[in-house]
Structures are given as C-alpha cells and as structure tokens.
C-alpha cells in the first residue's frame, strides 16, 4: 500500500482538477445545482482528506471557500461571475499549497489570508470558524468518585444497531462498574417482541473520571434512553463519615419508593426489605441494587479511612527539627566511631564500624525525607494572589504553575513565601503590561507569570517568569548611576546591570504604590535566599519578559561535602560544586607567570589560593590540590592543601558574631572533635574576582 | 473470527486512513467507494458493521443507511457515519435514517477506534 502522503496527493490533485472543470462548468451554467453539488464536494473532500493526512492548512483554507459553497447549495447565495473568478484563482492557490507540501516553492501567506478573507467577506455573518481538531471532552482528578448510573433505553436501541452490553462494558473501562440489570420491564412472555429492548439497568461506577466521561459512552443514544448519573461518593472528601444512607433513601433517590410510601413501610415492626418485597411495593432486584449501593459506599469509605490512616500521621514540625538535631549529633559521633576505629587493629571494631556508618547514612537520609515537602502547596496560594493583584492593578494576568511536586525541605519551603511574593508582586507591578499595551503590541491581553521547580543535582532550580515587558536596562543603569552605586564611565555588562536590582535601596517605580517600589523587594529577595544558602539570578529579554531563576539547596540541615586540609587548618567545600580534583605542582603555578590560572585539559580555569585567603604563613608543600567547582556556570580552582575525603557535613551555625562573614556559611563538628568551616565557595570567588580587578586598576 | 467492517467514503486518503486504523485493530475491512458500490457489495458480502461517509456521489451517506436498514438481516447492524463539524443537523437526520453512532471528520485513529469499540467491539 502507498503511503497515506502520496495517497493524498494523489486524491488532492484529481480533485483541484475536479474542481477547476466543475467551476468552468458552473460559469457557463450557474443555476446547474449539479454543478454547485460538484465544487462543493470537491471542496469538502479536500478538506476532509488534508485534516486526515495532516494538511491543516489546505483543509482550513477549503473550509472557507466549502462554507460559501454550502450557502449556495442551500439557495441562500446565487452563484455570480465573482464567486467563480474567487474560487478559481483560490483552486490555483490550493493548488500552489499542495506543490509547496511537495517542495516547491511556498505560497504567499498574505495572498492566503487575502483569499480567506475574501470568501468570509461572502458570509452573510461572520460565522465562528469551528476548530478542526476535537478535543475529548472528559477530564481526569486524581481522586476516584463514586457515580449511581441508571441507563433505560427506548425499546426500539437495537434497531440502531446499538447493543447496550457494548456500551456497559465500556463503562467498565472507566473504572470499576458494579452492573445489576432490572428485568421488571419485561412484559409476559406472549406480548415480548424479541426485537425489542425491555431491560434496563444499574451500574455503580468508581471512576477518576468525571461525569462527561460517562456521559460520552451514551452519546450515541442519548435521545434514545433516559439516562441518569447521580454522584453518590466522592473520594476527596476527607471529612465524610463511614456511614452512609440507609436503604430507604437510596430507594427514593433512585425514584424506586415515593417518600410517602418509605414512611408508611418503615412504621411497619419489620425490616424494610422485606416489607417492602412483602408487600410488593419494590422488587427484589431493586432492593438487591440499592443494598449493593450501600455495601459498595461503605466499603469504599472504610478502605479510604485505613488507606489515610496508614499513609500519614500529624507530628509537630518541632518534634522533626529535634530528630534531625538528634541524627545530626549522631553523624558527628559516627564520624568520629569511623575515624577511632580505622586507626586501631580490630576487625571486630571496624566492621561495627562500618555498620554503625551504613544505618546512620540511612537514618540520615530517612530523617531529612521526612522533612521534605511538595511545593505545590505555597504555590497554590499564589493563586489568589495573582488574581487580587491583577484585579487591584488592572492588569489581567494568569498563572501557571509546574513542577509542583518537587520536593524541599520545610523550612526552605517556609522561608520562601516571602521572596516568592516579592518576585510575583514585581513581575506584576513592573513587568506585565496594561492589557491595552500588550494587545498594542501584538501579545496576548492576559499576561502570564510562571512558576516552576525542577530538580537539578543536588539542587532545586525555582523559576519566576513572566511575558511582561522585560527589565528597562537604561532606566536601571541611570538610577544606579544616580543612586552612586555604580560610574557613569562603569562598562557593565547586560547581567551585571540587571543584577543591580539586588542592590540595596534600588527602586526604579515611578510611584510608589501598595504592590512594589518600596525599594525594599529585590535586595530582600537576596538576602532570604542567601539565606537559604541559595543564589538568585536574573535574565531579562525586552518585549519579551524577566526571569528570575532562584537556585536552592535541596536541604539545609545535612549535606555532603569535600574535607580538605590547609596547614593544620580543616575546611569543607560542598561536595556538590566539586567537580573534579588536581594537582597543582609549584612549577605548574610558576608556567602562569603569577597569574592565578591552571591548564586543565585545555582549557585554562582561574583558581584562588585558600591559603592566601585565610592569611595561613605555613609552608607550602611541594605538589598542592587545586578543586576545581561549578560555579555559576564558572569553573573556578580552590587550592589546597590536601584533600582529605567525602564527609557527611552536618550544618552548625556560626553565632550571631561570625554570622556575616563572608566566604564561611557554617561550620561543622569532625570525628576528633576539631572544628571545621564550611566555605562558601560564590563568595570567595567574587571576592577573588574583586581582588583581582582592584589589582589591574 | 474477526469482524468485517464496510467503509464508504469516496475519499481515497479517508478510505486508507478507516483501513489502516481498522485493519491494524483486527478488524477486516471491505472497502466501497460510494452508496451504490456500497449496495452492491452487501448484497453479496456480510459484514459486522458499517461506516459510511455523508457526502458522495451517485448516493450518500444517508440514502445509503436507510436502503441498509431496509433490508431485514441489516437491521441491526451497527452503522457509523462520517459528519464533518459544520453540519451538526446531519448527526440527527443520519440518526433517524437509522445510524448508530458517528465520526466527526478528521479524527484521530484512537477517535475512530473508540467508537468502533462502543458499538462492535472486536
């Protein structure tokens, strides 16, 4: 079989000259309804055919020219000199289309819209172009619920070659269908007509879909049966009770009892049931529904009760912070376990040792996984946030949100909620547009801010962006440079003029209104991140909108770093910038001319003595370490001494003293009992990078 | 044994398109070009069901489905038709000629086949 592309092309081209005889036909005979009956064919196949093999655009432009065509052939139009030179020059432009599908030259787009718009201008009323594609109308929830389905089609279903078992076992696709079938309808056997369809039926449905879904399986008859969906049990729902309706009332929610009746039978000393099949009032099988009904809720509430009772307990968040206190006490002993035993000769002692090491490493990692949470949940709240300060400012503005599963540790999560509102206020009060702006300029009325996280290493990436006018670089350099935080004769770089922002007291709101410009928002930003331990920055594209990029660390308590020795010093980097560790002999340092840079593989990367920056005067040894880190995007060497080992860092503050020291974010505890810092490797690199440029200048 | 599926449509690119998705479902499937072919091969074949499109030459789609209907084994046979979005009112004229369901032009094969699955199922 050819293939569906040459198919089509094959069909496309004997239809153009279809169309075209059928048109010349149509000029020398414009009432002949054959020939009006000819064009549109052509036309509406084409159509059909191009969206089936994928030509959109050849079957939206045949749309067009079908839909006047359709007038004709209803008699609302008469077919005139115009309407044939209109379709013909659009036959030759199909025509055009089509080649162009097969590599020749492209047609011209505006001749396209000129066409289109030239067949709409023959529309009595601009008619709303129906999209080409169907989108399916159910939606998904997470959450399964419970749907009472009653399905009584007409008698005369299966002269519409429709077989209702079909239909209920496509239901049970949806989810879990508890089909009872009620034969009441049935008439004696005498008066059946084999050909007609008497039963009807009761299906419970559990589905996470939604009722349009179900609704779908019966579109085909729906003028042919009465069909009712009732929505008994919705599983998200926390606070329902086990219980659930007594028979009674199921029988008159399904309309199988009048309440009049259920009152009258339960003043009866008997059990409802069997009263009620006693005295013929319901029978059997619409008991036995409605007693499944009941069962089936139940045991659906029952699971749903032991189901959250097992996946989750409430505990302080205070009693959390103790245990990771705990484990973090415990890895500092266990280090210093690892280190005692590795210097004695005792098997036994070691291999507890290392036992002692693996169930803490696991402990550790158990404990800081309980901490995490998702960040959906600040995220949602942006929502009314968005939307009231929108509203507030006029602005229309929509947010979308992704990533909203990934996981941080609470109190970075807690930490964040003011940065966040920072960021979203600004990019609302400063970036997105007035909607009469944006439409001006050919963007879409609504803005849109995004927010996401992703996962990248041991980090979590959070993205704030909007579609909003982008960051005004002139305006921020000349409030920087009347501010005094930078020279009007500093040649800056695009970013280094956008990370002005972050400065302290720099502002650039014309007036300062309830949302933004208090001159407080971006520096404060940066502080709580730094806070974080994280770092922030910012990419802005005129026209088209800023991002704020915020880099986080997946948690705070714990992380593994690099131990590594200078003189009699102990220092750990975060092992997660390391990179890669070399060698740096002193005749390596020598070939540099003084300038601090390495050749690794090629390529050159600047690095900064540790010693120099601490002011260690200790010899020197022969061959150094230099770790190379990631930062930024930058590859930077630190040198050292030696580099000792992975070690699990568990964080201890500084003290309020020491706490803003820069190029130190924390110390920890070793084995021994010595005390090492953790250096923060952004800040030493920028204040190397300093260094050096007061030095050239 | 699989069931056999007719497709009408005068459309090349839509009869390939209906045969692929069909045949790559296990269905078998008799092609015809339009009502009269249609006609003419279901008086010698049987099939399990029928999809038909609206608009052909010599008889449509609507013509078709009541001279199917009118034959007595046929009459409970599935019969889906092919409607294009901007004639909703033939949806209702094919189903008082006695179709069972139908397909809105284009669509996707899982479309096609989910619909196939609700009135013959393999």
């Known amino acids: 079989m050819s293939s569906l592309i040459d198919t ?203 009722e349009n879904a179900i609704r779908d399986v019966f579109i085909f008859v729906e003028e042919n049966c009465e069909l009712v969906i009732q929505q008994i049990d919705d599983g998200s729902r926390l606070d329902q009770v086990e219980d659930y309706k007594r028979l009674g009332e199921i029988l008159v929610e399904r309309g199988d009892l009048t309440p009049k009746d259920l009152e009258k039978y339960l003043k009866e000393k008997k059990r409802l049931g069997e009263a009620l099949i006693e005295e013929g009032a319901v029978n059997g099988s619409k008991i036995h529904s409605a007693l499944l009904e009941q069962e089936r809720v139940q045991t659906l509430r029952r699971e749903r009760k032991a189901h959250d009772a097992m996946e989750s307990i409430r505990v302080k968040s205070d009693r959390l912070d103790k245990l990771v206190n705990l484990v973090g006490e415990m890895v500092t002993v266990q280090a210093r376990l690892s280190q005692f035993s590795s210097g004695r000769v005792d ?30 949940g600040t995220f949602s709240r942006f929502k009314r946030l968005v939307r009231d300060l929108g509203a507030e400012l006029d602005k229309e503005v929509m947010l979308i949100t992704d990533g909203g599963e990934t996981e941080l540790d609470k109190t970075v999560i807690d930490q964040l909620n003011d940065p966040l509102v920072h960021l979203v206020r600004n990019s609302i009060g400063h970036g997105i547009e007035p909607a009469g702006v944006r439409k001006a300029i050919g963007k879409p009325g609504k803005g849109r801010i ?223 009992g010595r005390v090492a810092l953790i250096l923060d490797l952004p800040q030493l690199a920028e204040r190397a990078e300093k260094h050096e440029k007061s030095a050239l200048h | 044994m699989s069931k056999r599926v007719m497709t009408v449509d005068d459309s090349s690119t839509v009869r390939q398109v209906l045969h692929m998705t069909l045949e790559g479902a296990g269905y078998e499937v008799l092609q015809a070009v339009d009502g009269v072919d249609a006609l003419k091969k279901l008086s010698t074949e049987i099939v399990d069901m029928l999809v038909t499109d609206l608009n052909m030459p010599n008889m449509d789609g609507i013509a078709l489905i009541k001279q199917v209907r009118r034959n007595p084994g046929n009459r409970f046979m599935p019969i889906i038709m092919l409607t294009t979005e901007s004639q909703p009112e033939k949806k209702l004229e094919g189903k008082s000629a006695g179709a069972s369901g139908w397909i809105v032009k284009p669509f996707k094969p899982e479309q096609l086949l989910a619909v196939v699955r609700m009135v013959c199922p393999v």
């Not at chain 1, 009956?37 to 067009?64: I, Y």
């Not at chain 1, 440079?481 to 990370?499: F, P, V």
């Not at chain 1, 208090?518 to 026209?543: K, N, Q, T």
Request: glycine share 8%; hydrophobic share 45%.
């Open chain 1, 8 to 210: 089509f092309r094959d069909e496309a081209l004997e239809l153009i000259l279809e169309l075209e005889s059928a048109l010349l036909e149509l000029e020398e005979s414009p009432h002949d309804a054959t020939q009006i009956d000819r064009v549109f064919r052509a036309l509406h196949t084409l159509k059909g055919s191009g969206g089936l093999a994928g030509f959109d655009d050849v079957a939206g432009f045949c749309h067009e020219a079908e839909t006047v065509f359709e007038l004709v052939r209803s008699g609302e139009r008469q077919v005139d000199q115009e309407l044939v030179s209109l379709t013909l020059s659009a036959q030759d432009h199909l025509k055009g289309m089509l080649l162009a599908e097969f590599g020749a030259d492209a047609v011209d787009d505006e001749q396209t819209a000129e066409l289109v718009a030239a067949f709409q201008a023959l529309l009595p009323f601009r008619q709303e172009i129906s999209s080409h594609s169907i989108e399916s109308m159910t939606g998904h929830s997470s959450d399964q619920v419970t749907y009472r389905i009653r399905f009584r089609p007409e008698p005369n279903l299966f002269r519409q070659g429709v077989q209702p078992q079909f239909l209920l076992n496509e239901l049970t696709h949806l989810g879990e269908a508890i089909v009872v079938a009620q034969l009441d309808g049935i008439p004696p056997l005498d008066e059946l007509d084999p050909e007609e369809c008497r039963v009807y039926w009761d299906v419970l449905l559990t589905t996470d879909q939604d």
């Open chain 1, 450 to 672: 995004t927010l996401s996280a992703q996962h990248s290493g041991a980090y979590v990436l959070l993205t704030v962006a909007d579609d909003g006018a982008g960051l005004d670089l002139g305006r921020i350099r000349a409030k920087a440079i009347e501010k005094g935080l930078i020279n009007a004769q500093d040649d800056l770089s695009e970013r280094e003029i956008s990370s002005l922002i972050f400065v302290p007291g720099f502002s650039t709101a014309e007036e300062v209104s309830n949302v933004s410009g208090r001159g407080v928002g971006m520096d404060v930003v940066r502080l709580a991140i730094d806070a974080l331990r994280g770092s922030i920055e910012v990419h802005s594209e005129a026209g088209q909108g800023t991002t704020f990029i915020i880099k986080l660390p997946l948690t705070l308590a714990i992380i593994d770093g690099l131990l590594i020795d200078i003189a009699t010093e102990h220092y750990i980097l975060p092992l997660s910038a390391v990179e890669e560790c070399i060698e740096l002999s002193r005749a390596d340092a020598e070939l540099a001319h003084g300038r601090n840079l390495v050749k690794v593989r090629g390529e050159i990367v600047p690095y900064v003595r540790l010693r120099d920056e601490f002011n260690i005067n200790h010899d020197c040894p022969e061959i150094e370490q230099v770790v190379i880190a990631n930062i930024e995007g930058l590859r930077i060497g630190f040198v050292v001494d030696h580099v000792v080992g992975e070690h699990q860092t568990v964080i201890k503050n500084l003290g309020r003293m020491y706490q803003d020291i820069a190029g130190v974010s924390g110390a920890t505890i070793l084995g021994d």
């Open chain 1, 347 to 376: 098997a036994e002692l070691l291999s507890i040792a290392e036992e002692v090491e693996r169930l803490t490493w696991d402990l550790r990692d158990q404990v800081l996984s309980i901490r995490m949470l998702p960040i959906g």
